[in-house]
């Protein structure tokens, strides 16, 4: 069965401490992993599309790459606004469907 | 401003009632989803359509019923049997598979 698991559950940060959050997934065709991050009481906001190893995105002090077996989303010295909790998730093949890992909340402390 | 509007934003029912949420897309996306969320879990997919008048199975899908009757809409029914109703629901629309995943802002059903 596909899986995607994100670590850790939690993280908090204080204002500009850098740090890394992981996706891992067993899945066997991957077409596309996928970083959004959600706001409490909003719907998930999209960040990067990765396709293929070693590929790389960036967006302000967000940061993600993908392996093989897992992705990473790095931030670079975080700011409060930063805090959310960011989800992975990826798909499969010819399928529509996107498999979400159950995300990683950052709070980020000034 | 092209996006998913879903409606009511909060949702509440007596057990034993069936509800309906509702979701419009004016992205001109051809496929559309429903995934629930529930506290420190992953989103998990109730159902999705890849085009008008068809839709599939997702996950979690017993107790749900969709239609797909036109592009811009794909309401989901919560029925009575559905044991757990309480939870965010979340409607989603793409261009493609290669494409990412546009959110709604949620509904938060309760039932009591």
């Known amino acids: 069965e596909d899986q995607v698991t994100q670590s850790p559950e939690a993280l908090r940060l204080q204002e500009g401490e850098s740090s890394s959050l992981n996706c891992s997934y067993t899945?066997?065709?991957?077409?596309?992993l996928f970083w959004y991050r959600q706001d409490p009481g909003k719907g998930p906001e999209f960040l990067f599309t990765?396709?293929?190893a070693g590929e790389e995105k960036e967006k302000e002090r967000l940061k993600a790459t993908l392996t093989k077996k897992e992705s990473f989303l790095h931030i670079t010295a975080p700011k409060p606004e930063d805090s959310a909790t960011y989800l992975c998730?990826?798909?499969?093949?010819?399928?529509?469907?996107?498999?979400f890992g159950a995300g990683t909340t950052v709070t980020v402390r000034a | 401003d092209g996006g998913i509007t879903q409606s009511p934003k909060y949702l509440f029912r007596k057990e034993g009632q069936n509800v309906t949420l509702s979701c419009e897309q004016n992205?001109?996306?051809?496929?559309m989803y429903w995934y629930r969320q529930d506290p420190g879990q992953g989103l998990r997919l109730i159902y999705y359509?890849?085009?008008?008048?068809?839709?599939q199975k997702g996950d979690i899908a017993e107790g749900y019923s969709v239609s797909r009757e036109k592009k811009e809409s794909f309401p989901l029914t919560v029925t009575s049997a559905q044991k757990n109703p309480t939870a965010f629901y979340l409607c989603?629309?793409?261009?493609?598979?290669?494409?990412?995943?546009?959110f709604g802002n949620g509904t938060r059903l309760t039932v009591t």
């Open positions: 992205l001109n996306h051809d496929a």
């Open positions: 998730a990826v798909r499969v093949g010819n399928d529509y469907k996107l498999s």
């Open positions: 359509s890849q085009i008008v008048n068809d839709f």
């Open positions: 990765l396709y293929s």
């Open positions: 899945v066997s065709g991957l077409r596309g």
């Open positions: 989603a629309s793409t261009r493609g598979r290669d494409s990412p995943l546009h």
